[in-house]
């Protein structure tokens, strides 16, 4: 019997669900439920989530595994716009969603080809995903011939994340999933490519980070605190610390 996969919107509309979600968390080596119920309304276009804090085990990657469709062993249902992760297609959830990660790869090309992948678009399109990554001033400084070097070795860590993100902005992906992507950098830069994508418009941004800088904790629409495998707590900075629970220790203590 042939199963007939189905095609999301181009965008995301109304939300994405976890209900019952659970599935082998193989960092803590089990199968405890990674939450109950999570509801990520993504009818705001601005909104952007925060998925921080617990260590190894904690569920991060097991959750951005699970929103790409990279883990299938779980029971429950992971719903998009009402739709069974399982049923969607793989091309139309990956031309839906992009994912940034804490390695990027970069061809030994331009910085426009790289971004590109050496596909053709409008040049409008193209300098619109430039602008919003914050490349422009890159381009100018080198040229638009420059070539970034094997796997980007002419480029800072921090330029090379901007190149993932202007891809995603070409894609026109309708959410975008940051996964650790600060990890790897100086305070400085990662500041600066943390408040890239918050500075983003129009598209739903869902970080994981460890990071506890209060400046940036506070611009994120909701946090949700992951504890050995379990959404712990969520809510807004404001919210997390004045219910002084397991985030408020969290924060407080790495003041």
Do not use: W
């Not at 994120?220 to 809510?235: C, Q, S, T």
């Amino acid at each position: 019997m042939c199963f007939e996969r189905k095609i999301l919107p181009d965008k995301i509309q109304h939300s994405a669900r976890f209900i019952h979600r659970t599935g082998q968390n193989k960092m803590a080596n089990d199968h405890s439920a990674l939450c109950n119920s999570v509801l990520i309304d993504l009818q705001n276009p601005a909104l952007t989530l925060h998925f921080p804090h617990g260590g190894s085990g904690s569920g991060k990657s097991t959750l951005l595994n699970l929103l790409m469709a990279a883990e299938t062993n779980y029971s429950g249902h992971i719903l998009a716009d009402g739709i069974e992760l399982s049923d969607i297609s793989t091309e139309s959830l990956y031309g839906t969603m992009a994912a940034i990660q804490q390695n990027v790869f970069v061809f030994n090309a331009s910085i426009k080809d790289n971004v590109s992948m050496f596909r053709d678009f409008p040049k409008t399109e193209m300098d619109e995903a430039i602008a919003r990554a914050h490349l422009g001033a890159l381009i100018r400084e080198r040229g638009e011939d420059y070539l970034c070097g094997e796997n980007g070795s002419g480029l800072s860590g921090g330029e090379k994340q901007r190149i993932s993100i202007a891809r995603s902005l070409l894609k026109k992906s309708s959410v975008l999933l940051a996964d650790e992507v600060t990890a790897a950098l100086d305070a400085q830069t990662a500041h600066r490519v943390s408040s890239d994508i918050l500075d983003l418009q129009g598209i739903t941004r869902i970080v994981v980070t460890h990071t506890l800088e209060e400046s940036l904790l506070r611009r994120y629409d909701k946090i949700f605190v992951l504890r050995g495998g379990r959404v712990e707590e969520a809510g807004s900075f404001a919210d997390l610390m004045a219910n002084k629970g397991y985030f408020y220790a969290l924060f407080t203590v790495a003041q």
